[in-house]
């Protein structure tokens, strides 16, 4: 079935400006979460949602980062006044239930670069 | 502050051979393990996980071994094929200390000889 769909692929935005990157996870999927990869390293978590609400923010490097997901399905990130260090693949993940033994399920992500 | 890492950045086999990626974790309350694989441009996609409650478990070519004295997660790859080359993440979760906030080592990159 359908895996887990991330919008765009790549952006590109100048230092400053607004950005807002989409994610839809596995239908059914109850928990959507957030992470964040830079070059080199592994994905960090952001943020997690059960249902519609965010369950977790504590990821979240500061409130320059905004994420929602209002009928519980569809999410989107939004970064305010980018900065160069924003710069990184952002990754959403679904899983079934939200709970160990649960698997998280990737979508290829949004490439971001901040120039 | 408490991590997973992995022992060996870079580990190259020969096509055919068995691979063995390891990963030592520190966070005591963590009893949620998982490996992932990623290709360049892509995602991690899972391969195995496990519970605290075992000590191994077995997948298709894979097996993951959890040593919990030492703290220790590997991930044996048989007959290792040029499609298993990709980077290769274990990570960690706690029940306590919400699961889903899934902790990623830095990765290790499998490259297969032909």
């Known amino acids: 079935g359908a895996g887990v769909s991330q919008t765009p692929s790549n952006k590109v935005t100048e230092k400053g400006k607004y950005v807002e990157l989409r994610c839809d996870p596995i239908?059914?999927?109850?928990?959507l979460y957030w992470y964040r990869q830079s070059l080199g390293q592994g994905p960090e978590f952001l943020i997690y949602?059960?249902?519609?609400?965010?369950?977790?923010d504590s990821g979240l490097p500061n409130d320059r980062f905004f994420a929602v997901r209002p009928e519980g399905s569809v999410s989107t990130l939004k970064i305010q006044r980018t900065e160069r260090g924003d710069s990184a693949v952002y990754l959403c993940?679904?899983?079934?239930?939200?709970?160990?033994?649960?698997?998280?399920?990737f979508g290829n992500g949004t490439r971001l670069t901040v120039t | 502050g408490e991590s997973v890492g992995l022992h060996l950045p870079t580990l190259s086999v020969q096509e055919g051979d068995n691979s063995i990626i390891n990963c030592a974790y520190s966070?005591?309350?963590?009893?949620?393990f998982i490996w992932y694989k990623q290709e360049s441009g892509k995602g991690p996609q899972f391969i195995i996980d496990i519970r605290s409650n075992m000590d191994k478990r077995q997948g298709q070519r894979v097996t993951v071994l959890l040593n919990k004295t030492v703290k220790h997660l590997s991930l044996q790859i048989a007959a290792t094929q040029p499609g298993d080359s990709a980077v290769y993440f274990c990570a960690e979760g706690s029940s306590i200390q919400g699961a889903q906030k899934l902790v990623f080592g830095q990765g290790t990159r499998l490259t297969i000889n032909p």
């Open positions: 993940a679904s899983s079934l239930s939200g709970w160990a033994g649960s698997p998280l399920h």
């Open positions: 239908s059914g999927h109850t928990a």
């Open positions: 949602f059960q249902g519609t609400g965010a369950a977790d």
């Open positions: 966070n005591s309350a963590s009893d949620y």
